[in-house]
């Protein structure tokens, strides 16, 4: 049974930082795609960052040069690391993995709140 489990949220001031992390269970995740995905109150789902096998990175518009991820595959762990946050950037963030079942797999999410 794959398990995400998130960590890391929390209330935080406009322009301050938080890190998000994801602790995979078993041996799945090295060989998965990760991605972060957030979701406001009354809006969709939506992806944020994603991170290959190999490491390569991709962000939303929204986030670039303020979001970074990352990987620690002997961790089975996946980051986010969020700098200069703004009130729009809170949501309820879910890690997600993909992978070579070609089945998806969620975190039960965490709360960011940024504080104007």
């Known amino acids: 049974q794959v398990q995400l489990v998130e960590s890391g949220g929390g209330l935080v001031q406009a322009g301050g930082s938080l890190r998000l992390a994801c602790v995979v269970s078993?041996?799945?995740?090295?060989?998965?795609?990760g991605s972060w995905y957030r979701q406001a109150p009354g809006k969709q789902r939506e992806l944020v960052a994603a991170i290959t096998i190999g490491g390569s990175t991709n962000y939303a518009t929204s986030v670039k040069g303020r979001f970074t991820i990352s990987r620690d595959n002997a961790r089975n762990t996946m980051y986010l690391q969020m700098n200069s946050l703004k009130p729009e950037d809170t949501a309820v963030y879910y890690c997600n993995i993909f992978g070579r079942d070609k089945v998806g797999y969620w975190g039960q999410g965490t709360q960011v709140t940024v504080s104007s």
């Open positions: 078993g041996s799945i995740f090295r060989l998965a795609v």
